[in-house]
């Protein structure tokens, strides 16, 4: 027989980072979960991605177990790692943080391929360039 499961909670943590303290600690503790155990869980399962923020989404059962998923790290981390900054422009659409090449446009593009709604490079590719505007960073168009 299936677990029940009782809730999903969705965080975005550093990976091989993750500590008792907030967001993880609070969210996982009102559920009743083994906090340690999580953090131990998901510290070794990233640990080759220190640094990089990547989200998880935790499956809460409701005899206070739990299983977890990671997903890609955000569009947006992807863009910043590519261009080499700590973060995007101040003033987007006034003052520029970079540009971003077409291939670097759709290698982020294929490699969030799996999190996004489509299964088409191109429009990926627009999803990319669509986040990389809202961050102050020019893309390369067609």
């Known amino acids: 027989m299936a677990k029940k499961i009782k809730t999903i909670i969705k965080l975005n943590i550093p990976g091989g980072a993750a500590t008792p303290a ?3 600690g609070p ?3 009102q559920h009743g979960l ?3 155990e999580f953090v131990k869980a998901f510290n070794d399962k990233t640990a080759e991605m220190k640094g990089t923020v990547i989200p998880a989404v935790i499956t809460v ?5 739990f299983s977890f998923v990671t997903k ?4 947006a981390e992807m863009i910043k790692k590519a261009l080499g900054k700590e973060k995007g422009s101040q003033k987007p659409g006034k003052e520029s943080a970079g540009k971003l090449s077409k291939s670097q446009v759709e ?5 969030k391929m799996d999190d996004l709604n489509t299964i088409d490079v191109v ?8 986040t990389a505007r809202s961050m102050g960073v020019q893309t390369e168009s067609e």
Do not use: C, F, H, N
């Open 72 to 75: 890609k790290p955000p569009v």
């Open 22 to 24: 907030p967001p993880v």
């Open 27 to 29: 969210a996982l503790g």
């Open 107 to 111: 290698e982020i593009a294929k490699a």
């Open 123 to 130: 429009q990926a590719s627009r999803v990319v360039a669509g």
């Open 34 to 36: 083994p906090i340690m």
């Open 61 to 65: 059962y409701e005899d206070r177990t």
